[in-house]
């Protein structure tokens, strides 16, 4: 009690405020750091230079060990220097792939929507079709397409599917692979009649003077339109289904010869063949 009121009277003369037990703690906090303060501060050097070591140990180790939830898993850096050297390898890869894809190609007959392959395609006929199944029945559908450069190569395929634009696809495709020239006279017509016949289906065809232009219905136009003839006459004897028609004509296509080829197999020469044929018309 004494000290205190030495104290109270101490600080009235010197015109003090009166502190308090909790303040005289706080300023002999501040005089003297604890021992705690300085075991903190080592304990603070010491992570900050291990985290140090890790971020180093990052950038020169080509592997780093990592560990989250209890699990430890090894994750591999990028590689950051093998870009310019893999650059050359991805080059040379993507070569090798292009190559064989103009492989496949070339076997295929030719790739879809190339540069230069300027394909006619036509669709001649469509059906649905039904495949019956334990729980009942499964519905498709079949196209017919011919398929032709308008240069004097053609060629038919068909397709089937469960949806019509794949059927046509797959029909042209086909198509594609069974692609034929046939030889035309001044590219606007075939060099002489033909007769052909594909099950019940028959077809006559006869080549035609400048300016007749295509005289033939129904699927057999379609395939002269994809030929590139500009003057023929075709008449269907037969059946009226489409792919006997089609096939029809194609068979009485793959039948026509030039004056070359007949001259090769008899070993004559071509104008031979031609004066026999205009002898030929005039007895006529």
């Given at each position: ?16 405020p009166?502190k ?10 501040v ?12 304990k603070?050097?010491f992570?900050?230079?291990s ?36 650059g ?14 103009s492989?496949d ?19 001649v ?8 199944v ?10 017919l ?29 086909r ?81 026509a ?13 071509i104008?031979?063949i ?11």
């Amino acid at each position: 009690m004494d000290e205190k009121v030495k104290d109270t009277k101490d600080s009235v003369v010197k015109n003090e405020p009166v502190k308090t037990d909790q303040e005289k703690v706080k300023e002999d906090s501040v005089k003297k750091p604890s021992q705690h303060s300085a075991g903190d501060q080592q304990k603070r050097d010491f992570s900050s230079q291990s985290k140090r070591n890790i971020a180093s140990k990052k950038k020169t180790d080509p592997i780093v060990e990592k560990v989250s939830g209890g699990k430890r898993f090894i994750q591999k850096p990028p590689k950051k220097e093998g870009v310019q050297a893999g650059g050359t390898a991805n080059a040379s890869n993507k070569s090798t792939r292009s190559d064989r894809r103009s492989g496949d190609e070339r076997r295929r007959g030719g790739a879809r929507g190339k540069e230069g392959d300027e394909l006619f395609e036509k669709l001649v006929f469509i059906n649905r079709v039904a495949k019956v199944v334990k729980g009942g029945r499964r519905f498709g559908f079949a196209a017919l397409v011919v398929v032709g450069d308008r240069k004097g190569k053609v060629s038919i395929g068909s397709g089937k599917a469960k949806e019509v634009p794949e059927a046509i696809r797959k029909a042209g495709e086909r198509a594609k692979k069974t692609m034929f020239r046939v030889p035309l006279r001044e590219g606007r017509t075939l060099h002489h009649d033909i007769k052909a016949d594909y099950g019940s289906g028959k077809v006559v065809i006869r080549s035609a003077p400048p300016g007749t232009g295509i005289i033939a219905g129904g699927p057999i136009r379609a395939v002269f339109e994809a030929l590139g003839v500009q003057d023929i006459v075709a008449k269907s004897l037969g059946t009226s289904n489409p792919y006997n028609m089609v096939k029809a004509a194609i068979s009485a296509l793959r039948n026509a010869q030039s004056p070359k080829i007949v001259a090769m197999k008899r070993g004559k020469e071509i104008g031979d063949i031609v004066n026999r044929r205009g002898e030929a018309k005039a007895k006529a």
